[in-house]
């Protein structure tokens, strides 16, 4: 027996989602898991599919729900046929799913992230098909705590709802202390002590308010540069506030990094941020997958209290958690954090045994599979 995965959101495009699902995937497989997953056709699709243990199908990517019935016609001719389908989205996999289900008589289980489940706007059509996904759906997988509070409100019964967190590989993230001297040369720096935050360029990731930050950071912490790895629509409104808050000279925008590379700069920096806060037509941040591989690296975090943000960071053991509204609040987790070196490599070394203990993608895999025993879709 297998379990199917429909996952329009896959590599190698880059993205949370993306991560969180090829890697969970990569840990099943490593577990003994006999698992399918069928992807949409994107470039660079073959050569990323030849790296991971597990076969991926890939159909055309259209509309949602020419995408839904290109996934469901590849799902019902896979074989073996799957004892489970896992939907990694509501839509369009879910909609797959409920096709797929019919014909080939398996449950299906929903993964969820974030805000998607909270209603907004007046599409009416949309909120009834992700309620018929959710009511029809033997149980749900939820990245967090809060995404576990969400999928009720759309039919989900709450004992069917299972959080089994997010991870990852600490083994990736050692070798980027080779590339440190390299990159602080390129970047221009010496002695300064480095802030980072990796995200989209988006309003929700805050990168305005640690910028309003800055200069109040700047008082205690002379030395002092702020990078901001990641691209987005708001790049220039952001260059642009620098320059009106007068830190430009402490702001550099990196742009897109290759994953590979991006242990180096967590290596780098001195102190992970990313004040995540709601905002209005974007999803809340679900979990925050970065806080867990600055960890991994040995560094501390600050992150906006909101969305699933408090499971991703443990307060005063893996880093901070402030306001994310508040630029005073920011600057004071900052000062304390790059004026305490003591502290800071507590923070560090706390999330690193953190992931250790209960972050890796194996532990992931392992709530995962508990979680489908649970369901009753598995003997346990």
Excluded at 66 to 87: F, H, W, Y
Excluded at 273 to 290: H, I, K, N, Q, Y
Excluded at 314 to 319: C, D, H, I, P, Q
Excluded at 347 to 352: I, N, W
């Amino acid at each position: 027996m297998s379990l199917l995965f429909l996952a329009t959101g896959f590599p190698p495009r880059v993205g949370g989602i993306q991560t969180y699902v090829a890697e969970l995937c990569r840990a099943l497989a490593k577990r003994g898991e006999e698992l399918t997953v069928i992807a949409t056709q994107q470039p660079g699709g073959q050569a990323f599919d030849a790296t991971v243990p597990y076969p991926v199908l890939r159909v055309p990517a259209r509309d949602l729900l020419s995408t839904a019935l290109a996934m469901n016609t590849a799902a019902v001719n896979v074989t073996p046929r799957p004892e489970a389908i896992i939907a990694t989205k509501w839509s369009p996999e879910g909609v797959a799913a409920i096709l797929a289900r019919k014909r080939l008589a398996v449950p299906y289980v929903v993964m969820g992230y974030g805000r998607e489940f909270i209603q907004t706007g007046g599409n009416v059509m949309k909120w009834a098909v992700q309620q018929a996904v959710l009511r029809r759906a033997a149980g749900g997988l939820a990245i967090s705590n809060y995404t576990s509070r969400l999928m009720p409100r759309r039919g989900l019964p709450a004992d069917k709802v299972h959080v089994i967190y997010a991870g990852v590989r600490p083994e990736a993230y050692t070798d980027g202390t080779r590339s440190v001297p390299e990159l602080r040369s390129h970047l221009g720096l010496t002695d300064e002590k480095v802030i980072l935050t990796v995200s989209r360029l988006v309003a929700r990731k805050g990168q305005d308010m640690v910028m309003g930050a800055l200069a109040q950071v700047r008082m205690a912490v002379p030395r002092l540069r702020y990078l901001i790895v990641g691209d987005g629509p708001r790049r220039q409104e952001l260059e642009t506030l620098a320059e009106e808050l007068g830190v430009q000279e402490l702001v550099g925008f990196i742009g897109e990094v290759p994953g590979e590379q991006l242990s180096a700069y967590y290596h780098l920096c001195d102190v992970l941020v990313m004040t995540s806060r709601d905002v209005a037509g974007e999803p809340s941040e679900g979990f925050g997958l970065v806080y867990l591989e600055a960890n991994a690296c040995g560094k501390p975090v600050i992150g906006g209290r909101t969305g699933g943000v408090e499971d991703a960071i443990a307060e005063g053991v893996s880093g901070l958690l402030v306001n994310p509204e508040s630029p005073e609040e920011i600057a004071r987790a900052l000062t304390r954090i790059l004026s305490d070196q003591q502290f800071a490599q507590q923070l560090g070394q706390q999330g690193r045994r953190r992931i250790e203990e209960g972050f890796t993608w194996g532990h992931v895999a392992e709530r995962f599979q508990g979680a489908l025993g649970e369901l009753g879709i598995r003997a346990e």
